[in-house]
């Protein structure tokens, strides 16, 4: 597995990356949001990208990789609910384990699925290990419910955005694509988008996808500008994560939206396909 298979969760991503990146872990978090919003995948990634010997973490080639996918990871255990509830038995069993060093990986990693239904005692329990953790320990708590506010005070919170309606494989495709490009972009200097451009060129893109997908997050991001009124956007989270950064390189996103417009026509006209990847490059 890899962060690509979390799809329109990019600001819960990418803190967990930078938290990676910088060494800056929490001993403890909590992943909310509503069923089918794939807290649990980001929960194994996360687990896999703290044991991961690979490069870009998670790599999911390596042994710790393949085992936690499997799930048969000695140091990752996965806590779910016992009929209709968590029970305190299954957080005696948890805590016994958290005291004991990995045995592999630098870290034991608990993920609890289902927290909202944690008992009171098991809460409880489970309170005690979170206030004093040893520091090899993860926990990753998932609710679609809230959980014990005492419980969530000591976690960090992430939330995590309702699924997005039902994709093709090739709209998920471009759409990931699209908002990579947008990253890309924000990372890259004017000067520099020539290698953005090859790339482009080199890989086997669907345009039409792609340019269709950047054009309805412009439409988003100008709408956004205008009106400030989130009920009339379409992607909270992408107007949350990417709207600022675009809005600092193009004062008239209206503009960019009509440049998207613009290169959709001029490939439809064969021409240069090249000069109309420029063209996109350069008014974004």
């Known amino acids: 597995m890899s962060w690509d298979r ?15 990146h910088t060494a800056q872990l929490s001993h403890a978090y909590l992943f909310t949001g509503p069923a089918g919003a794939e807290k649990e995948l980001a929960a194994l990634l996360f687990a896999q990208a703290v044991n991961c010997v690979g490069d870009p973490r998670p790599c999911g080639h390596c042994v710790s990789c393949r085992q936690i996918e499997r799930g048969v990871h000695s140091d990752v255990r996965q806590i779910r609910p016992d009929g209709s509830s968590i029970k305190l038995q299954q957080i005696k069993n948890l805590l016994a384990e958290a005291v004991l060093t990995p045995n592999v990986g630098p870290y034991r990693v608990f993920i609890i699925e289902g927290a909202e239904l944690l008992t009171r005692e098991a809460a409880n329990a489970l309170l005690l290990m979170l206030e004093e953790p040893p520091h090899f320990d993860l926990f990753v708590l998932t609710a679609a419910a809230p959980v014990l506010p005492t419980i969530e005070s000591r976690c960090q919170l992430l939330r995590f955005q309702p699924a997005a309606p039902s994709r093709s494989g090739d709209e998920a495709d471009s759409r990931a694509r699209a908002l990579q490009l947008l990253t890309d972009i924000g990372q890259t200097s004017l000067t ?3 290698k953005l451009v090859d790339g482009l060129e080199k890989a086997e893109v669907d345009l039409s996808g792609l340019l269709a997908e950047l054009l309805q997050l412009y439409r988003d991001f100008a709408v956004w500008q205008v009106t400030q009124d989130a009920n009339l956007i379409e992607d909270k989270e992408a107007v ?10 193009q004062n ?4 960019a939206s009509q440049a998207i417009l613009d290169v959709q026509r001029r490939l ?3 021409v240069n396909k090249r000069l109309a990847l420029e063209y996109l490059l350069y008014s974004l």
């Open 240 to 249: 949350a994560h990417f709207y600022p950064a675009a809005a600092k390189r």
């Open 6 to 20: 979390l799809l329109g969760q990019e600001v819960a991503k990418r803190i967990l990356q930078n938290q990676l």
């Open 268 to 270: 439809q006209n064969n």
């Open 252 to 255: 008239d996103l209206l503009a």
């Open 192 to 194: 520099g988008r020539a």
